[in-house]
């Protein structure tokens, strides 16, 4: 059972590099989600995703943009990478609470 | 603005030596609150959702309970292989189906 997928696993960036980071879910959920988790903040929420064709942002957008691209696919932009953007990013997604998610990407921004 | 605050940050355990983990909210309304446990290089992964005061859910050596403002998550006779970090989220009645993270509990469970 696959689930969530991301990819990559590993990134190193350097300041203003660009960079996707791809998220799949093959439980057929009408919605997903991007978070970060950086130690002691817990995970926050960037965007998400209530049903194909609509995204909205959360907690914490600036910096990022988001793609929907199909209801499988869920994606996270880094347009100008800063190191403050250096965290582990986790997709999600859910029909309904709880929400599902990958193993996340870690990124780091030099 | 919709908060949760887990307590401690971080809890060194014997093996078999029970204890609890807590997680205090602060929401408008309260649809759910939802157990994770986090093991490193991992993604969450789903333990309990508790939709009112008063109810409990038990799996294995782990049991959470709800009040009005808290949630406990107690672990019973602790092994290794149950340390890991533990995360708690709510979802509020305002939200849709956006969740609310703590910033979690990191158990250590040593032999």
């Known amino acids: 059972n696959a689930g969530v997928t991301q990819t990559p696993k590993f990134q190193v960036l350097k300041t203003g590099q660009s960079m996707t980071l791809q998220c799949a879910q093959d439980m057929n959920h009408n919605s997903m989600y991007w978070y970060r988790q950086d130690p002691g903040m817990g995970l926050r929420l960037i965007y998400y995703?209530?049903?194909?064709?609509?995204?909205d942002k959360g907690e914490v957008p600036n910096g990022y943009n988001v793609s929907r691209l199909n209801k499988r696919e869920f994606s996270l932009r880094l347009e100008s990478a800063a190191p403050s953007q250096t965290s582990v990013y986790f997709c999600?997604?859910?029909?309904?609470?709880?929400?599902?998610f990958g193993d996340g990407t870690r990124l780091s921004i030099l | 603005e919709d908060q949760v605050t887990q307590s401690p940050e971080a809890l060194r355990l014997q093996e078999g030596e029970s204890s609890s983990l807590n997680c205090s909210y602060t929401?408008?309304?309260?649809?759910?609150l939802f157990w994770y446990r986090q093991d490193p290089g991992k993604g969450p992964e789903f333990l309990f959702t508790l939709y009112s005061a008063g109810e409990e859910k038990e799996k294995e050596r782990l049991k959470a309970t709800l009040t009005k403002k808290e949630s406990f998550l107690h672990i019973t006779a602790p092994k290794p292989e149950d340390s890991a970090t533990y995360l708690c989220a709510v979802q509020a009645s305002d939200a849709g189906n956006k969740l609310t993270f703590g910033g979690g509990t990191r158990v250590l469970v040593k032999p």
């Open positions: 929401v408008s309304g309260l649809r759910g």
């Open positions: 999600a997604s859910s029909e309904y609470p709880p929400q599902h």
């Open positions: 995703s209530a049903s194909e064709g609509t995204t």
